[in-house]
């Protein structure tokens, strides 16, 4: 039996609807992005960090699985949105022919991707929450009204640049952030994103890795 590729799993029409419906939800709720923009940035920046560790391809290509569908229970509730979309996608993946130890590994990881509940529990599940945590940018922000704006909307908003860059020798992984304090004060950022800064940092000691967190040139974590 073939391997099922990353390209299967983006070309399939019914993840697709998936993830369209999800941001829908989330677009309803006035949540930020969590479309194909998203999806993509995310696949591409956990397949970033597995290569730089030197993990095997195939773990790099379950990695961009992951990532690809990790927000398609977002088309039942955003509560628990990750265990759903681990169930979802078992089932979508298993008729697809993932193999076993595969899809145990992509559900898994997918299951564990929210800070409220989740923890890193492989290479895959570690590199997804870090490129998932990671993706803070200004494009995200759906509402036209800045005046409207609610703190997570500014807090994205804010976000001139952000980079996650990893230094495989040293051992370190940095989100640095360039935020326009103008628009959000940094406790601001703390008070929405501290939680996820936090479960990227253990994420990263999963890895072998040191966590970073530069904003506006500072260290901070």
């Known amino acids: 039996m073939d391997m099922i590729?990353?390209?299967?799993?983006?070309?399939?029409?019914?993840?697709?609807?998936?993830i369209e419906k999800g941001d829908?939800?989330?677009s309803i709720l006035g949540f930020t992005e969590h479309s194909f923009a998203h999806a993509g940035r995310t696949a591409d920046t956990a397949a970033m960090i597995l290569r730089q560790l030197d993990a095997p391809p195939r773990t790099v290509e379950l990695a961009r699985i992951a990532a690809w569908m990790h927000d398609i229970g977002n088309v039942v509730n955003r509560k628990d949105h990750a265990?759903?979309?681990?169930?979802m996608?078992?089932?979508?993946?298993?008729?697809?022919?993932?193999?076993?130890?595969?899809?145990?590994?992509?559900?898994?990881?997918?299951?564990?991707?929210?800070?409220?509940?989740?923890?890193?529990?492989s290479l895959v599940s570690a590199a997804l929450i870090l490129a998932d945590k990671s993706d803070v940018r200004r494009s995200r922000v759906r509402n036209a009204n800045v005046a409207g704006f609610?703190?997570?909307?500014?807090?994205?908003?804010?976000?001139?640049?952000?980079?996650?860059a990893l230094d495989p020798d040293a051992k370190t992984v940095t989100l640095e952030l360039v935020i326009d304090t103008t628009i959000c004060a940094l406790m601001d950022y703390f008070e929405i994103f501290l939680?996820?800064?936090?479960?990227?940092?253990?994420?990263?000691?999963?890895?072998?890795?040191?966590?970073?967190?530069?904003?506006?040139g500072s260290h901070f974590l």
């Open 5 to 18: 590729a990353f390209e299967d799993v983006k070309r399939s029409k019914e993840i697709e609807v998936y």
């Open 24 to 26: 829908e939800v989330l």
């Open 83 to 87: 265990q759903s979309g681990a169930v």
């Open 89 to 121: 996608a078992f089932r979508i993946l298993d008729n697809m022919g993932l193999a076993a130890d595969e899809l145990a590994t992509v559900v898994g990881a997918i299951g564990n991707h929210d800070e409220s509940t989740g923890h890193a529990v």
């Open 150 to 164: 609610d703190i997570h909307d500014r807090v994205n908003y804010a976000v001139m640049s952000s980079k996650l």
């Open 195 to 216: 939680s996820r800064m936090l479960m990227c940092r253990r994420s990263a000691e999963f890895l072998g890795l040191s966590f970073g967190l530069v904003i506006n």
